[in-house]
C-alpha cells in the first residue's frame, strides 16, 4: 500500500488596483507594480522586476492611449507563483477594441508596445471580460522557466 501523496502549492501572491486612464495613471501603475515585486524579492535590477515593469508599462500605456472610455478606469492585475517563478499581469479596460500588434516604420514614434510585450513575455493574450472592454494578460518568468530542457 503507497502512502498518500500530498500536493505542495506555494501560495499565489496578488495585487490589484484599478487605475484612472490617464499618463498619470499608467505611471502610478508601473511604481506600484515595480514596489510590488521588490515586496515579493525581485528587486530592482533583476531580471523578473525589470522585464515585469516593463511590460506592466507597455500594458498600462496602451489601456491609456487605445483603450480609454471617458468616465471609465483601466485595472491591473498581478500575481506571483513563487513555485513557477511566473509573474502574471493582467491590464483590463472598457474599450470593445482588440489590440493588434504591427510592425511599425523605423521613423515611426509608436506602435512597438506590442512588440516589446511579445519578446519578453513567455505568453500573452486577451480575453473577453464581463461588460465591456477586454483584459490584456502577459506570464513573464526568468529565462530557466522560459524553455525547458535548456
Sequence with gaps: ???PRTQS?????????RFSATRRGAR??????????AEWGHPHGTETHDTVVLVVA?????AVLHG??????????LSYD????????????T??????????DADEDGGRGLVLVDALAADW?????PGPGKTVWAECRPARHTRPGL
Aim: avoid cysteine; glycine fraction near 4%.
Design 28 to 37: 502610478l501603475a508601473r511604481l506600484l507594480a515595480a514596489h510590488q515585486l
Design 9 to 17: 502549492t506555494a501560495p499565489t501572491a496578488t495585487f490589484a488596483q
Design 58 to 62: 507597455e500594458l498600462a500605456a496602451n
Design 82 to 93: 513563487a513555485a513557477r517563478g511566473a509573474v502574471r499581469i493582467e491590464v483590463t479596460d
Design 125 to 129: 493574450g486577451v480575453r473577453d471580460r
Design 95 to 104: 474599450h470593445p477594441a482588440q489590440p493588434a500588434r504591427k510592425a511599425p
Design 68 to 77: 480609454r472610455v471617458p468616465g471609465r478606469d483601466f485595472a491591473l492585475s
Design 1 to 3: 500500500m503507497s502512502a
